[in-house]
């Protein structure tokens, strides 16, 4: 079943539930506390905290989401990308537990002919929090009680991080079979390969006092008692187009394969370089897509995270032994598998890929020019007996010459130099500090400090860490 199949028939099985069909926002968050829209509940968190009363009781949406926390996993799980799309069904005030059980799996389960997935109901696993018998109850109405596992705070527990809503939530995983690992359930694989999870049913129930971590009071119930589920629909995809990963699903595969060619491997024959194919055709996807919703190449913020995305997209490329500019040949063909479900993508390409383009361009004429200064500071630090870069030089390739402190780590590792990087590290705190301290300055005070904490303490601060990861993530892979 296609990507763009399943999408409809989640927003039919909806719609012919009462919800109303909602558009997908944009992956810049309209949530001005991140950077990006990181989950389908985002657009909707006026509503779920009752800061706004909601326009319809009701409502289901595929969003666009981009969790730059994730790049780490890209390629070498089955099932992060740095760009997905969650499908969600919310309830505000309305229904609550028991027919969200029950609306997941007539979903899940339904015959396809019945305008359902068709998913196997025997390898179905739910998981719910520890003392919410009720969601157990409701669950039991399907599915035996062994498959049915209770998992503590960590896994199945959604609050803010500070007093207001909070609640247990429920976690569908399905059960790929022996050969991805032992048996037991979701509770006993760490990895989830085997117990792969689709959907996150959140149920916020509770009214929670103030505390520390995961130890606070419940004052009582919530007046208004909310749904807020997310189903992975790439992980569906790839389940049900009995492929192995989220990369090799009709909406991704097409640009793994050209990149495969162009660099004239065969994917399944390394698995380094599976790895990289994957990273390649998951970046060039989360590229055309930021740039879709208006996101350009930069220094700082959404724009810096774009650039390392197409950037390691060209290195790993490169890594690959592909020297040529790779964006032209890969973009189109994630436009194309993209279109079924983003038809405006093809409308607005000459935009797109002119942005994109231009940063490969930029990138291969600063690895020319930042090679030569590189050079340079390698034969000094070569001269001087410590073969070592300071934290000062390895900035200021960053900085002047936009030289990715990964490209630079690798360089000098070729070279047999080490490079001091918490003194790099040090310097770029200072320039983010200061970057920060004049938002800071420039804003007006409109920050929902709610909404912000609360996914700060399920996602990390979004921006910031994303450096890290970026940057620690490709280091493992160059
Ligand atoms: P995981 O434990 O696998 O990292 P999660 O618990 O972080 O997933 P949720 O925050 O519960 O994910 O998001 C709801 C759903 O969105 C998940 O059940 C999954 O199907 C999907 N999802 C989450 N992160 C990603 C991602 N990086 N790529 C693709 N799908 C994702
Ligand atoms: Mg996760
Ligand atoms: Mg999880
Ligand atoms: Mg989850």
Redesign the pocket.
Known sequence: MQTAEIRRRFLEHFEQRGHTVVPSASLVSPDPSLLFTV??MVPFIPYLTGREPAPYPRATSVQK?V?TL?IE??GK?T????F?Q?NGNFSFGDYFKTEAIQYAWELVTGSVADGGLGLDPERIWPTVYLDDDEAFAAWRAYVPEERIQRRGMDDNYWSTGAPGPAGP?S??HYDRGPEFGPGGGPAVDPT?DRYL????LVFMQYERGPGEGKDFPILGDLPKQNIDT???????AYLLQGVDN?YEIDEVAPVLRRAADLAGVRYGADHEADVRLRVVADHVRSGLMLIGDGVTPGNEGRGYILRRLLRRAVRSMKLLGVDEATLPELLPVSRDAMSASYPELAGDFARISGVAYAEEEAFRRTLTAGTALFDTAVGQAKQSGTPALSGAQAFSLHDTYGFPIDVTLEMAAEQGVTVDESGFRALMKEQRDRARADARAKRTGSVDVLAYRRLLS??GPTDWRAYDALRTDSRVLG
């Not at 999870?197 to 996150?200: C, G, S």
């Not at 997310?230 to 569906?236: P, S």
């Open positions: 989950a389908g989401c969790r994730d996993e890209v799980t099932r992060h990308g740095t997905f969650m939530c976690e569908i989830g999870e689709i959907w996150n997310g189903m992975g629909l790439e992980r569906v989220m399920e996602f």
